[in-house]
């Protein structure tokens, strides 16, 4: 991904319609509601208003499909580039692809330098449209130009959700999709309640045939799933730890109609309800602390987690409490990961000083998991 230094970000939700109907989308509140270019204005000019300690701006045009309200997302680049070119900006935004054809491709092509797709696709085109409908029930995988993203961005990023639909085909998917050239971040279906029974052996099988691909092609990068770096086991885990990597970033977050959130998974849009939002919209990122009531507080795997509060408070009502199940899974995931890397020490080139941390770090997880035990 493309990565500006010291940034200050914002994110701007500029529709909350979609175009699909994605069988586990956690975006409860799809009500139709465009931002105005007036309100986005307003919320550019604040950003912009204190750059005192930053180097450069993201801008997140978030959904909904963000390409619905392309006007606006036209306007909105027009604005910055006319009132802030000074300072370096990247525009981010996570799109399933269907609408990017056209007149949208050639006006990202003119701004590839400052924009960054991330494409939402889980795998080959049965595997995609089991989850990923259109509004009226066709599957949305033949309406993505998928060459573009690929020849547009080098390593496109691309989200892929696994659930109990498509568990059984995880590996297959992911290999597709790193076969066609994306950096694939993959992350398991949170709203839901995982049939463990069925769920656990599929995965076992599935990370098996990751372990054995990764292993075969030591120079393919990871999927997210399985990415780790292991030596994060021995830092400190305390009320200063973040689940989220950018949490720091002073993210601020407005709906389409304006109202801040300290992130997207605290919107009204998410959340389902202005009561529950209003909770919130007078916290910081900075706010969300890990605190002894979290039950994962004492777990030195916490750093490897593919979790954030707002997924914790989704879960289980509780921002504080990881779901179980995803508890499982991460493991399950880890030890892949770690087996992964130990392969790869033997066929890569690494320092030797490397070779001896990564083997500590991978001896004391496999150690911690073995304590751990199956958890079930």
């Given at each position: 991904?493309?990565?500006?230094?010291?940034?200050?970000?914002?994110?701007?939700?500029?529709?909350?319609?979609?175009?699909?109907?994605?069988?586990?989308?956690?975006?409860?509140?799809?009500?139709?509601?465009?931002?105005?270019?007036?309100?986005?204005?307003?919320?550019?000019?604040?950003?912009?208003?204190?750059?005192?300690?930053?180097?450069?701006?993201?801008?997140?045009?978030?959904?909904?499909?963000?390409?619905?309200?392309?006007?606006?997302?036209?306007?909105?680049?027009?604005?910055?580039?006319?009132?802030?070119?000074?300072?370096?900006?990247?525009?981010?935004?996570?799109?399933?692809?269907?609408?990017?054809?056209?007149?949208?491709?050639?006006?990202?092509?003119?701004?590839?330098?400052?924009?960054?797709?991330?494409?939402?696709?889980?795998?080959?085109?049965?595997?995609?449209?089991?989850?990923?409908?259109?509004?009226?029930?066709?599957?949305?995988?033949?309406?993505?130009?998928?060459?573009?993203?690929?020849?547009?961005?080098?390593?496109?990023?691309?989200?892929?959700?696994?659930?109990?639909?498509?568990?059984?085909?995880?590996?297959?998917?992911?290999?597709?999709?790193?076969?066609?050239?994306?950096?694939?971040?993959?992350?398991?279906?949170?709203?839901?309640?995982?049939?463990?029974?069925?769920?656990?052996?599929?995965?076992?099988?599935?990370?098996?045939?990751?372990?054995?691909?990764y292993s075969e092609q030591p120079q393919e990068r990871v999927c997210l799933?399985?990415?780790?770096?292991?030596?994060?086991?021995?830092?400190?885990?305390?009320?200063?730890?973040?689940?989220?990597?950018?949490?720091?970033?002073?993210?601020?977050?407005?709906?389409?109609?304006?109202?801040?959130?300290?992130?997207?998974?605290?919107?009204?849009?998410?959340?389902?309800?202005?009561?529950?939002?209003?909770?919130?919209?007078?916290?910081?990122?900075?706010?969300?602390?890990?605190?002894?009531?979290?039950?994962?507080?004492?777990?030195?795997?916490?750093?490897?987690?593919?979790?954030?509060?707002?997924?914790?408070?989704?879960?289980?009502?509780?921002m504080q409490k990881q779901s179980p199940e995803i508890c499982i899974f991460?493991?399950?995931?880890?030890?892949?990961?770690?087996?992964?890397?130990?392969?790869?020490?033997?066929?890569?080139?690494?320092?030797?000083?490397?070779?001896?941390?990564?083997?500590?770090?991978?001896?004391?997880?496999?150690?911690?998991?073995?304590?751990?035990?199956?958890?079930?």
């Amino acid at each position: 991904m493309k990565w500006l230094a010291n940034h200050k970000k914002i994110m701007l939700i500029i529709t909350e319609s979609c175009n699909l109907r994605c069988k586990y989308c956690y975006e409860k509140n799809k009500n139709g509601k465009s931002m105005s270019f007036e309100t986005a204005k307003r919320i550019i000019d604040h950003a912009y208003l204190d750059m005192s300690g930053y180097e450069s701006m993201v801008i997140e045009l978030h959904g909904g499909e963000p390409f619905i309200n392309f006007p606006l997302m036209k306007k909105i680049d027009d604005y910055v580039i006319e009132n802030y070119n000074h300072i370096p900006v990247l525009f981010r935004a996570i799109t399933n692809g269907t609408l990017v054809h056209g007149e949208i491709q050639d006006w990202l092509k003119d701004r590839v330098d400052r924009y960054e797709l991330m494409l939402s696709i889980d795998g080959k085109q049965d595997q995609n449209d089991e989850n990923r409908k259109l509004i009226n029930g066709e599957g949305s995988f033949k309406k993505i130009d998928i060459e573009f993203f690929k020849q547009t961005w080098k390593h496109c990023p691309v989200s892929m959700t696994i659930n109990e639909k498509t568990i059984a085909h995880l590996a297959e998917g992911t290999i597709w999709l790193q076969e066609q050239g994306f950096d694939v971040c993959n992350a398991f279906e949170w709203a839901t309640d995982w049939n463990l029974k069925k769920s656990i052996p599929l995965l076992d099988r599935e990370l098996d045939k990751l372990i054995e691909y990764y292993s075969e092609q030591p120079q393919e990068r990871v999927c997210l799933l399985l990415r780790y770096h292991l030596q994060d086991f021995f830092l400190p885990v305390d009320g200063s730890f973040r689940y989220c990597l950018e949490i720091d970033d002073p993210l601020e977050c407005y709906d389409a109609s304006g109202k801040y959130a300290p992130c997207h998974g605290f919107t009204e849009f998410t959340m389902g309800s202005e009561a529950k939002a209003a909770e919130y919209k007078k916290m910081k990122t900075s706010d969300f602390v890990f605190t002894e009531e979290n039950i994962c507080y004492r777990c030195k795997l916490i750093r490897f987690c593919r979790i954030c509060f707002a997924a914790n408070h989704m879960l289980t009502g509780n921002m504080q409490k990881q779901s179980p199940e995803i508890c499982i899974f991460n493991r399950m995931c880890l030890k892949a990961g770690v087996q992964i890397q130990m392969n790869r020490s033997k066929l890569l080139d690494y320092d030797s000083a490397y070779i001896m941390q990564l083997n500590e770090a991978a001896h004391a997880i496999d150690k911690y998991l073995e304590e751990m035990g199956d958890g079930e």
